[in-house]
């Protein structure tokens, strides 16, 4: 009888990236670009790469970067914390279980209603990851999409992609979101926006995909639960919604709750889009949510605390990821590997046609996602240096941006450096190898087609 493979725990896979993070600072030779401050950003000044004083990292690197990356990280983390207190004190109204018993009491009744709401629900989150670039609001909005998915009858991998892997193909799309093409296209000195229509087209096409193969997964697991890779895990989630069925009263208190959840989503999507909302602000939008939820449905003051620290402990792994997952950049920043790894990749393709360069370009953006898991942060890493080389190039630079948002959109949704991505896993309390086993089918789809893509664009855009 063979033994079960038992794949290791995130911390340890994040304990041996970054050994050989540190193994790399002792080969590859330290060096830097200049840089200079452009709208508050500090971006790379091209043709300044200088060889350094080399900086190898060893043992105390590796004990003091997870506390180094908790500091970088605090507040994502602290986020984390805040938004899951508040969402225990609406959990403990139960009515969020409630509305969705509501729901799919309705769906007996029409079955395509169920058929539907995942798809409807990819496409929303697919346009606010396009739009405003949601993503670290994810992080609470798994904690809505997972139990649905179950309700309905699928599993966490579903409920993960309907938020977090939607918002990220929208976040690769990129119509119009700040956070990538905004940044990249003030550096690249192109008209803030340009060529929205064929990141419409790109749009379509990713999110139809992405639509595709997690309704192709999901009715398959409908059929059989226990194929589901994470079907062990979702047990005791299956019993907790089991139990949260014989919830059959949706009384006008629990109701006006999911009305105050439903202004707060709102909320969200509004402040984050038209008032610049981000960390804190989404915070207090949760805190405050909690609060209203706690009051409406007359909770005992211990209950609420109690409610809320249980709430935050369930995020304390997802805290834990996140800091430690920073610490990998943390080693790369120390040992001054980052310019060198962008300068040695900056000259590839120079003797290829447009066609191949611009894949090229496309390829060494998903890679250096890795090290950089920030569609700002990349763009004012690479996109200095890669807007003149695509000059060079003859790939124009409105493509050579779509090759920078495609490839770092669609690979931060792998990269165990993403403290989103980590974070969502470890709140989904899915393994690391398990996501990547079942993402990797479709981001291969992805990047395919991508590469279909960036060749249209390169025509359609010009040289």
């Known amino acids: ?125 697919s346009l606010a990851g396009a739009t405003f670039g949601m993503s670290e609001s994810t992080l609470v909005f798994v904690m809505i999409t997972i139990p649905l998915a179950i309700a309905l009858g699928y599993d966490s991998i579903v409920g993960i992609s309907m938020s977090f892997m939607a918002a990220g193909v929208g976040f690769a799309a990129a119509i119009t979101n700040p956070f990538n093409i905004g940044v990249a296209h003030g550096i690249a000195e192109l008209p803030l926006f340009s060529g929205w229509e064929f990141r419409v087209l790109i749009w379509t096409v990713l999110t139809s995909i992405a639509i595709f193969f997690v309704m192709r997964y999901a009715n398959r697991i409908k059929r059989n639960l226990q194929i589901s890779s ?18 059959k009263i949706f009384d006008i208190r629990q109701k006006i709750i999911i009305g105050l959840l439903f202004i707060s989503l709102i909320l969200l999507v509004y402040g984050a889009n038209q008032w610049k909302w981000f960390i804190n602000e989404i915070s207090a939008l949760f805190i405050a949510l909690g609060i209203l939820s706690a009051v409406v449905y007359r909770l005992k003051t211990l209950d609420a605390v109690d409610a809320f620290i249980n709430g935050a402990k ?56 890795f090290l950089v898991p920030s569609g700002s942060g990349q763009a004012a890493l690479t996109v200095p240096i890669v807007a003149p080389l695509s000059d060079l190039l003859e790939v124009g630079r409105q493509t050579a941006v779509t090759a920078f948002h495609l490839g770092d959109g669609l690979f931060s949704m792998l990269v165990p450096t993403s403290g989103v991505t980590m974070g ?16 990797i089918r479709l981001l291969l789809i992805l990047f395919g087609v991508s590469m279909i893509l960036l060749v249209f664009a390169l025509y359609y855009f010009g040289k």
Request: hydrophobic letters at 50%; proline letters at 5%; glycine letters at 8%.
């Open 1 to 125: 009888m063979s033994k079960k493979i038992v794949f290791p725990h995130t911390i340890v896979i994040i304990i041996f990236i970054m050994i050989g993070l540190i193994l790399l600072t002792w080969i590859l030779p330290a060096g830097e670009f200049e840089k200079q401050l452009v709208n508050g950003r500090k971006v790379i000044v091209p043709g300044t790469y200088h060889q350094v004083s080399g900086s190898p990292q060893g043992l105390g690197s590796m004990l003091t970067a997870p506390i180094k990356g908790f500091i970088e990280a605090a507040q994502v983390i602290g986020f984390c914390l805040i938004v899951g207190g508040a969402f225990g004190m609406l959990a403990r109204t139960k009515a969020i279980p409630a509305a969705l018993n509501r729901l799919l009491e309705r769906g007996k009744d029409n079955p395509r209603l169920n058929s539907i709401i995942v798809p409807i629900v990819m496409v929303f989150f």
């Open 230 to 247: 994470v079907y062990e895990i979702d047990r005791d989630r299956s019993v907790e919604v089991s139990e949260d069925s014989s919830i």
């Open 314 to 369: 369930d995020m304390v792994t997802a805290g834990l990821i996140i800091g430690m997952s920073r610490g990998l950049l943390v080693i790369a920043s120390q040992g001054k590997i980052i310019d060198t790894i962008l300068y040695s990749v900056s000259g590839l393709g120079k003797s290829l046609p447009p066609e191949l360069s611009v894949q090229v370009i496309f390829i060494f953006q998903s890679l250096f996602t």
């Open 424 to 439: 969502v896993l470890s709140i989904a309390k899915i393994p690391y190898t398990t996501w990547v086993k079942w993402f």
